[in-house]
């Protein structure tokens, strides 16, 4: 329950899961917090209550173009993608785009729009673009 996170993944890093985490069991029992077992790569940024992601992309398109190198992430709880940003290895911030919807995968694709997947019973895809100018 909580702690989802997003990590930069290095090679042989190790990041403590499921010795370590920023939430708890489900019964409700507490896991010790990472920074209490220096010897596991930190995250570089937990949410919670969580987004329960799913897929993920990095922006490089046209379209958005102040949203390149922003981290994309399809959230089933958040209902909607979430996009993150980092400054060097630091997160910087996130911005949410409610879909109203769980969201299973987001794509860029090739007209620079942003495609997100939800997740019911009759998925849809949704293209997100922008307005024209």
């Known amino acids: 329950m909580g702690g989802d996170e997003l990590n930069r993944v290095e090679r042989g890093g190790n990041y403590g899961w499921p010795l370590v985490s920023w939430g708890k069991h489900y019964d409700g029992r507490a896991i010790p917090l990472p920074p209490t077992k220096p010897d596991f790569a930190m995250s570089t940024h937990?949410?919670?209550p969580?987004?329960?992601p799913s897929g993920m992309s990095i922006?490089?398109?046209s379209m958005f173009p102040q949203w390149r190198g922003s981290i994309l992430i399809g959230g089933l709880r958040a209902q909607g993608v979430v996009r993150a940003t980092l400054d060097g290895d630091k997160f910087a911030s996130e911005e949410r785009l409610g879909l109203g919807a769980r969201v299973r995968d987001v794509r860029q694709g090739p007209d620079g729009a942003i495609y997100?997947?939800?997740d019911e019973a009759k998925g849809r895809v949704l293209r997100l673009s922008a307005a024209p100018r």
Request: proline content about 0%; hydrophobic content about 50%; charged content about 0%.
């Open 116 to 118: 997100a997947v939800t």
């Open 46 to 48: 937990q949410w919670t």
């Open 59 to 61: 922006y490089s398109g």
């Open 50 to 52: 969580v987004i329960a």
